[in-house]
């Protein structure tokens, strides 16, 4: 089984550099190009289902990639969602700066929960969709941190519409790309 974890294209929140989280905020025209786009990074492998967060952003993509793949979009997973930010949702750098200099947003969803439900997602679509391929639409920390978690290194920040390859080998997990590139081990 080989799975594609996609980071949902751009939102104006993105563009405006506002930390999203699990605000439901849409996809821009420019994030809908880059699930377009995200298409051409799946060609090569058979994809047998797309699933996502229920975000809207998420939700989106995935229909796009589904589409383009030729594929019915499968269900969505609420344990996908981005990690909730509290009360910094919405906020800017210069927001951030003023209000909450030591980034411990009132609210804040610990990095354990995040990786935590990454996981309990992964092994749910795996119980769901046997040896299938899997497309997973969701969002960029909760990406890095699972993918971190599995790879056992610190990962980049997760570029919207990009790519990143895994599967199962056992009980456990082997990354093979983040961001469209080879992971580099180390």
Same mark, same amino acid.
């Given at each position: ?8 294209? #751009?939102?104006?929140?993105? &563009?405006?550099?506002?930390? #999203? ?12 190009? #880059? ?27 995935? #229909? ?59 092994? &749910? ?62």
């Amino acid at each position: 089984m080989t799975f594609a974890f996609i980071r949902h294209g #751009q939102t104006e929140w993105n &563009r405006q550099l506002r930390l #999203q989280g699990s605000s439901d905020i849409p996809l821009n025209d420019t994030g809908r190009e #880059q699930a377009r786009h995200a298409v051409d990074a799946l060609t090569g492998t058979r994809w047998d289902a797309v699933v996502s967060s229920p975000l809207s952003r998420a939700r989106e993509t995935a #229909q796009i990639i589904a589409d383009g793949l030729g594929i019915t979009l499968g269900p969505s997973y609420d344990l996908l969602a981005e990690r909730h930010y509290g009360d910094a949702e919405g906020a800017t750098a210069e927001d951030i700066a003023a209000n909450w200099p030591d980034h411990a947003y009132p609210g804040l969803e610990s990095l354990d929960s995040v990786v935590a439900r990454g996981i309990a997602a992964l092994d &749910r679509i795996a119980d769901d969709y046997g040896d299938r391929n899997v497309v997973i639409v969701c969002h960029g920390t909760i990406i890095r941190c699972t993918l971190g978690a599995l790879a056992g290194q610190k990962l980049p920040a997760i570029e919207n519409g990009s790519t990143a390859t895994f599967d199962r080998l056992g009980e456990g997990w082997r990354v093979h790309t983040v961001n469209d590139e080879a992971l580099v081990v180390g």
